[in-house]
T-cell receptor, first 115, second 113 residues
Framework: GAVVSQHPSWVICKSGTSVKIECRSL??????MFWYRQFPKQSLMLMAT?????????EQGVEKDKFLINHASLTLSTLTVTSAHPEDSSFYIC???????????FGEGSRLTVL | AQKVTQAQTEISVVEKEDVTLDCVYE???????LFWYKQPPSGELVFLIR??????QNEISGRYSWNFQKSTSSFNFTITASQVVDSAVYFC??????????FGTGTSLTVIP
């Protein structure tokens, strides 16, 4: 089946630094990728929809200047958490849809801890 | 309003027991997809099943089975003869024609040996 890979799987950084998370579709082209955030013992919250070659669409309440999304190619989307603070510590998951099949495949997730 | 409701927050069963995880959804679209995902403690989401709105046939895959009933807007998931490895959080999700994905709040299943 389709595979979506996320990197890094975990990262620890100091407050004020920026962190980039990559999401790659390994065996299919994804014109659309999605970024989710998950707090402990909670559901996935959609942050933004990443569209190849155009600006991302952010959900209400998500700061686009804080969470920069770039979808430079059909197989890669990146999420950059700028000037990270401890409250940004969370589990970030990306996903990609393969064509029109409707299935949404998820990356392994990236656990961010901001000290 | 919640699009996908998983009323059971936590369930504990003893190994080999059967367990059913409930999922109720809400949509006005006639074309939509329903999904179940498993999230083990390691965090990654594992795709289990996708069902489109025109296919109400129940599905069985090994110890897993799904009951889709449009009349009650439910898509329940049953694990037969549960095992410790089934312990995880299970999410039900709805995808409408506009591609938006809605997740339920998840059901945490603990299988006790």
């Amino acid at each position: 089946g389709a595979v979506v890979s996320q990197h890094p799987s975990w990262v620890i950084c100091k407050s004020g630094t920026s962190v980039k998370i990559e999401c790659r579709s390994l065996d299919f082209q994804a014109t659309t990728m999605f970024w989710y955030r998950q707090f402990p013992k909670q559901s996935l919250m959609l942050m933004a929809t990443s569209n190849e070659g155009s600006k991302a669409t952010y959900e209400q309440g998500v700061e686009k200047d804080k969470f920069l999304i770039n979808h430079a190619s059909l197989t890669l989307s990146t999420l950059t958490v700028t000037s990270a603070h401890p409250e940004d510590s969370s589990f970030y998951i990306c996903s990609a849809r393969e064509g029109g099949r409707g299935e949404l495949f998820f990356g392994e997730g990236s656990r961010l801890t901001v000290l | 309003a919640q699009k996908v409701t998983q009323a059971q927050t936590e369930i504990s069963v003893v190994e080999k027991e059967d367990v059913t995880l409930d999922c109720v959804y809400e949509t006005r679209d006639t074309t939509y997809y329903l999904f179940w995902y498993k999230q083990p403690p390691s965090g990654e989401l594992v795709f289990l099943i996708r069902r489109n709105s025109f296919d109400e046939q129940n599905e069985i895959s090994g110890r897993y089975s799904w009951n889709f009933q449009k009349s009650t807007s439910s898509f329940n998931f049953t694990i037969t003869a549960s095992q410790v490895v089934d312990s995880a959080v299970y999410f039900c999700a709805l995808s409408e024609a506009g591609n938006q994905f809605y997740f339920g709040t998840g059901t945490s299943l603990t299988v006790i040996p």
